[in-house]
């Protein structure tokens, strides 16, 4: 069974730093990619960067290009978001998800399976 749980979120003051993590179960992640994606209120959810070992590459929105980084720990079965130089725009529920790979590299929310509950990360003016 896949599962996937996303941790690590909290309040943090604009300019702060937080480390995501998404501990998942049921797969390995030479076969599937990983993604996070975020969803503030009101608004549509956002792929923000996504990690495909098979293909050693990974993907970040323009919007966190250069202040994110997302990273993977195989031994531990968990993929990190690291997010530095918060902005309160970053303000959202952020998620992890994973599907199984295939052609080409997973950017969009509906190509993915299996989902995490989220994790609220809050950042202040």
């Known amino acids: 069974e896949v599962q996937l749980v996303e941790s690590g979120g909290g309040l943090v003051q604009a300019g702060g730093s937080l480390r995501l993590s998404c501990a998942f179960s049921?797969?390995?992640?030479?076969?599937?990619?990983i993604g996070w994606f975020r969803q503030a209120p009101g608004k549509e959810r956002e792929s923000i960067s996504c990690?495909?070992?098979?293909?050693?590459?990974?993907y970040y929105a323009d919007s966190v290009k250069g202040r994110f980084t997302i990273s993977s720990d195989n031994a531990k079965n968990t993929v990190y978001l690291e997010m530095n130089n918060l902005k309160p725009e970053d303000t959202a529920v952020y998620y992890c998800?994973?599907?199984?790979?295939?052609?080409?590299?997973?950017?969009?929310?509906?190509?993915?399976?299996?989902w995490g509950q989220g994790t609220q990360v809050t950042v202040s003016s």
């Open positions: 998800a994973a599907v199984q790979e295939g052609l080409g590299i997973p950017y969009e929310a509906d190509e993915y399976d299996y």
């Open positions: 049921g797969f390995s992640l030479d076969d599937y990619a």
């Open positions: 990690i495909s070992r098979r293909d050693s590459t990974t």
